[in-house]
């Protein structure tokens, strides 16, 4: 089913509202054999491999790592904040650089704000996808904080905007533009990708698709090759990449 932009929730008491994964339907991994180690190309590390994936995400790691974890996540959402902060460096240094473990993020889009910094996190192509995603993340506060103080009236009236303009102009309202120009997205590219409606389109179209195959409800949820896991936390992810051999 395809998503209109015009279905984006309106209210801005919504788009700051509470995230949760969903914790239904999901397999355990099972405990299996130790996956080997693989080395990386000359001179890199694994973790500098990072491409975009058919499935809208972009990935980080051994293409043919035994082992795929997938992260659904929204950058409005607190508890994926709070699992890149637990999870980043380990997840990299631990996991991905040994070759067994790919790491894949697809975005969640829960609303008008979360799709915006997504916009903006893609925008460089996928080589600083993972960082800028990560700094987005941390800038949760600040950008709360922004839309807060635009009122309900403004973000209204933002989202009645045309589609082409609708997104420059929050990001303009969030500080956003400002924010990802000191990380390396000058003004013109910032504001190019913001009027892409087809990027939004896509980002949109992919989450729907999300909740259609595998029954996504809420952020951060996760896959292992293939299969959603119990475990909002990094402690709990970590446990269930054990279990399928990343040891």
Not at 145 to 174: C, P, W
Request: proline fraction near 4%; aromatic fraction near 6%; charge should be negative.
């Amino acid at each position: 089913m395809r998503k209109s932009l015009s279905l984006l929730p309106i209210s801005l008491a919504l788009a700051l509202s509470a995230c949760g994964g969903g914790a239904s339907d999901t397999a355990e991994s099972g405990t299996t054999d130790s996956a080997a180690a693989v080395e990386a190309p000359d001179g890199q590390k694994w973790s500098e491999t990072v491409s975009k994936t058919d499935a809208g995400g972009v990935v980080m790691g051994n293409p043919d790592a035994p082992i795929k974890l997938v992260e659904y996540m929204s950058i409005t959402c607190s508890h994926c904040k709070d699992f890149g902060e637990q999870a980043f460096a380990p997840l990299r240094d631990n996991y991905v650089d040994s070759g067994r473990v790919s790491f894949e993020v697809r975005n969640f889009v829960r609303d008008p704000l979360d799709l915006t910094a997504a916009i903006l996190s893609r925008c460089g192509g996928e080589g600083p996808f993972f960082p800028l995603t990560e700094q987005a993340l941390s800038n949760q506060g600040a950008m709360f904080e922004k839309a807060q103080g635009m009122g309900e009236a403004t973000y209204t009236n933002i989202l009645q905007s045309a589609h082409d303009k609708r997104f420059v102009r929050l990001a303009e309202q969030l500080g956003l533009i400002t924010f990802f120009q000191q990380r390396g997205i000058s003004e013109d590219q910032a504001k190019a990708c913001l009027a892409n409606t087809e990027t939004a389109e896509t980002l949109m179209n992919n989450t729907q698709k999300a909740v259609e195959e595998y029954n996504i409800e809420g952020t951060p949820t996760f896959l292992i090759n293939g299969q959603k896991i119990e475990g909002t936390n990094w402690a709990m992810v970590e446990t269930k990449l054990k279990e399928a051999g990343a040891k």
